[in-house]
């Protein structure tokens, strides 16, 4: 079936240092997967974070970049140097964006902390 | 700007009684809407979706219903509650068309007892 995996948590990392979360996937029912990375703020609601539709390329936004492999059916997020402010919970998610759906599915997220 | 609404913030029900979650979403017409479940520990499961008033469809069977009586209302139910019900409700909504970016609401929290 589809199905999101990525890094398990609580991730903790001392600010200014970098970071990876891991993503990867499996799109057996969908013919042109999506991938995004989505993010929830402390008291914030869930808000896109970064997306990419085709395989191959980067998506980046807010310091983060993520590239959408195909081979390695991977989508891992990075962020060169974290600040405290990025701790949040990060949720990978495949999408089959055909018109009338918008089906998402998710991973289990990833709550990252980040020590001042 | 769009704003997206969804009541009560958080309920506690009782086993067997019945409940109704509801969102709205103002400042932008016609838009296609969704209701995601997330149980305590678990992922984010899409449950239902529409793309226009009064029709909607269901994606994974919970013992739950959905309905769209406005443009900009999406309302979740249900008349007998389980303990499974537990966990975090979000209303999305997109515009039409192909890879179309979801919002979210802030959230139902839900405990069933």
Partial sequence: GDSVTQTEGPVTVSE????IINCTYSATSIAYPNLFWYVRYPGE?????????TAGQKGSSRG????????????????ASVQE??????????????????????GQGTKLSIKP | AQTIHQWPVAEIKAVGSPLSLGCTI??????????????TGGTLQQLFYSITVGQVESVVQLNLSAS???????????EKLLLSHSGFYLCAWS?????AEQFFG??????VL
């Fill in chain 1, 16 to 19: 200014s240092e970098s970071l």
């Fill in chain 1, 45 to 53: 609601g869930l808000q896109l974070l970064l997306k990419v539709i």
């Fill in chain 1, 64 to 79: 983060f970049e993520a590239t959408y492999n195909k081979e390695t059916t991977s989508f891992h997020l990075q962020k």
């Fill in chain 1, 85 to 106: 402010s990025d701790s949040a919970v990060y949720y990978c998610a495949l999408g089959d964006m055909n018109y009338n759906q918008g089906k998402l599915i998710f």
């Fill in chain 2, 26 to 39: 103002k400042g932008k017409s016609s838009p296609n809407l969704y209701w995601y479940w997330q149980a």
């Fill in chain 2, 68 to 78: 769209r009586p406005k443009d900009d209302q999406f309302i979740l139910s249900t």
């Fill in chain 2, 95 to 99: 515009l039409q068309g192909a890879y």
């Fill in chain 2, 106 to 111: 802030p959230g139902t929290r839900l405990t």
